[in-house]
């Protein structure tokens, strides 16, 4: 693996790569490294000859200050769990992988973009209204590293379900020949999704954290026989009342913000599984759990 801090410097060895047809994976990140962004530089790795991979906490996409100020950045240890996967994966082409960690200035040398997207329906719903600004955020530094990188594919994780939908819509308007890659969500062994804002909860809120998940899971056999909405406030339900039910102590309880079941290509609600489309139905859900916010999907 090599480090680069420097736009210029990525775009010097794109060239170079693109000079001897190599074909290059993106895999965007903002750090805080689990076993979940290590799955798609790992796929990423197996796809294409040349993999970007950027560590980068892009304060634009972010409408909280304290969620940017909070957000994890491990970056040494970042760095050492890549080197770990090329070892892991025998990956003795080392200069096969390029982690891209350039600073706020290096990103937007212009100072903030003011660059605005807009998406129409698939971000009107459930994360758009409730963060606004954030997927604007997203696609201006999405598409600055497509623009560094200009990789044939990028890989994004399924658990930030919407936000594919978003990538999904920017690439249309740009029209950018890229192949965008969903790649599944990775759990640990409980069912919890990884996620770097796992690293923010309490012993005793990991613990009971799971639940999102299996409450998810069970959703999903309901879904065989009960009605949308049915399977929507049961899940609701069973959240927000767990606290109750399981006597659970220090005052820690979910607080479910949304869950909406929708067709998982538009995002738009559904009142009824025939009306999901090619794609099928998607659970989506936003949970804070001891000031942590959560998000997970179940695909129906
Ligand atoms: O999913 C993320 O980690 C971020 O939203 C992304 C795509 C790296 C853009 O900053």
Not at 30 to 46: F, N, T, V, Y
């Amino acid at each position: 693996m090599k480090q680069i801090t420097k736009a210029a410097d990525l775009e010097l060895a794109v060239k170079e790569a693109k000079n001897q047809n190599l074909e290059i994976g993106l895999v965007p990140t903002m750090g805080a490294l689990h076993e979940g962004h290590l799955s798609l530089i790992e796929r990423a790795l197996k796809e294409n000859d040349l993999v970007v991979v950027s560590l980068f906490v892009n304060p634009i996409q972010f409408n909280n200050k304290e969620d940017l100020e909070k957000y994890p950045r491990t970056i040494d240890a970042d760095l050492e769990l890549i080197k770990n996967l090329e070892l892991r994966i025998k990956n003795s082409c080392s200069d096969k992988l390029l982690a891209f960690t350039p600073t706020v200035d290096e990103m937007y040398p212009q100072g903030e973009p003011k660059e605005v997207y807009h998406f129409g329906p698939v971000e009107e719903v459930m994360e758009g209204p409730r963060r606004p600004g954030h997927f604007s955020g997203v696609a201006v530094v999405v598409r600055r590293l497509f623009d560094l990188a200009q990789p044939k594919r990028a890989y994004f994780g399924e658990k930030d379900y919407q936000q594919i939908a978003v990538i999904r819509a920017l690439l249309e308007q740009i029209k950018y020949p890229i192949e965008l890659i969903p790649c599944p969500i990775v759990r640990a062994d409980d069912g919890l999704a990884l996620s770097s804002r796992n690293m923010r909860l309490s012993p005793e809120a990991r613990a009971i954290a799971p639940t999102i998940n299996a409450t998810l899971e069970q959703a999903a056999e309901m879904a065989q026989y009960e009605d949308v909405d049915d399977v929507k406030e049961w899940v609701l339900d069973t959240l927000s009342t767990f606290h109750e039910v399981h006597d659970v102590k220090n005052g820690l309880k979910f607080e479910p913000e949304y869950f909406e079941i929708v067709d998982a290509r538009t995002l738009q609600p559904i009142e009824n599984w025939e009306a999901a489309g090619d794609l099928g139905a998607v659970g989506c859900i936003a949970v804070w759990l001891d000031g942590v916010r959560l998000i997970d999907i179940v695909k129906f």
